[in-house]
């Protein structure tokens, strides 16, 4: 069992930034495969970006490439997501998930086996 707890959201003009936490419990945090997905009123759950355990490979949807940045520090057992750039597009619930087991669909909510509470990230224009 692993349990996630983010924190970091909060509200923010556009083109400012903001940095996600989302720390784990339970499990060894370096064995899972981590990602953040996003969700607004009104519209499904979406991937934003993931890391891999091993290697650290990184992805990201289209629509945040280039101003996002996901990172992983084992040793604290937190993964971040670092938010430039901002736009009012980005206002969202924010989610932490972990997967034991991830094959080359890594933005399928489905891939993911825990799920955290969500931080909401709202973005002024």
């Known amino acids: 069992q692993v349990q996630l707890v983010e924190s970091g959201g909060g509200l923010v003009q556009t083109g400012g930034s903001l940095r996600l936490s989302c720390v784990a419990s339970?499990?060894?945090?370096?064995?899972?495969?981590m990602a953040w997905f996003r969700q607004a009123p009104g519209k499904e759950r979406e991937f934003v970006a993931a890391?891999?355990?091993?290697?650290?490979?990184?992805y990201y949807a289209d629509s945040v490439k280039g101003r996002f940045t996901i990172s992983r520090d084992n040793a604290k057992s937190t993964v971040y997501l670092q938010m430039n750039s901002l736009k009012p597009e980005d206002t969202a619930v924010y989610f932490c998930?972990?997967?034991?087991?991830?094959?080359?669909?890594?933005?399928?909510?489905?891939?993911?086996?825990?799920w955290g509470q969500g931080t909401q990230v709202t973005v002024s224009s």
């Open positions: 890391i891999r355990s091993i290697g650290g490979n990184t």
């Open positions: 339970g499990r060894t945090f370096s064995t899972y495969h």
């Open positions: 998930a972990a997967a034991w087991m991830l094959g080359t669909d890594v933005a399928g909510t489905a891939r993911y086996d825990y």
